[in-house]
């Protein structure tokens, strides 16, 4: 009984990073598909600007993903330095699902921590120019 249970939470685990990949992949299509003078058009939905009146952690990480998948770095940069870890976690994601490696674990892990502390950073940065504004 309990090898069934492990199988099916397996199966789930498995049918829910497949379909996890395929958003990442279609997003990302998506974005290098998308006109550079479209996105800058594009208001804000971010709730946390609305009711503090400063950017989140994420704001402006589509912005840099798209400036980044089309070779603006500088750019990307200025919207959200912590884009640049984003590319190393999609490219590990993507090698975990086509390859599954336990070894692959632990780096995930790093390269998250490392994402979660410029958010972070990114946050204070954001922050102390409001009040300084």
Request: glycine letters at 4%; aromatic letters at 16%; charged letters at 15%.
């Amino acid at each position: 009984m309990d090898n069934l249970i492990k199988d099916i939470a397996i199966k789930n685990a498995m049918n829910t990073r497949k379909i996890s990949m395929l958003f990442l992949c279609i997003g990302l299509i998506g974005l290098i598909l998308t006109p550079s003078s479209y996105l800058p058009n594009v208001p804000s939905i971010c709730i946390h600007r609305f009711i503090l009146g400063f950017d989140c952690p994420g704001c402006g990480m589509t912005r840099a993903l798209h400036a980044l998948l089309h070779l603006r770095f500088s750019t990307a940069f200025n919207f959200n330095f912590g884009v640049y870890l984003l590319i190393p976690v999609f490219a590990i994601e993507i090698f975990q699902w086509l390859r599954y490696s336990e070894k692959l674990i632990s780096v995930r892990k790093i390269f998250y921590y490392f994402l979660y502390l410029s958010l972070a950073t990114n946050y204070i940065y954001k922050f102390i120019n409001f009040i300084n504004i």
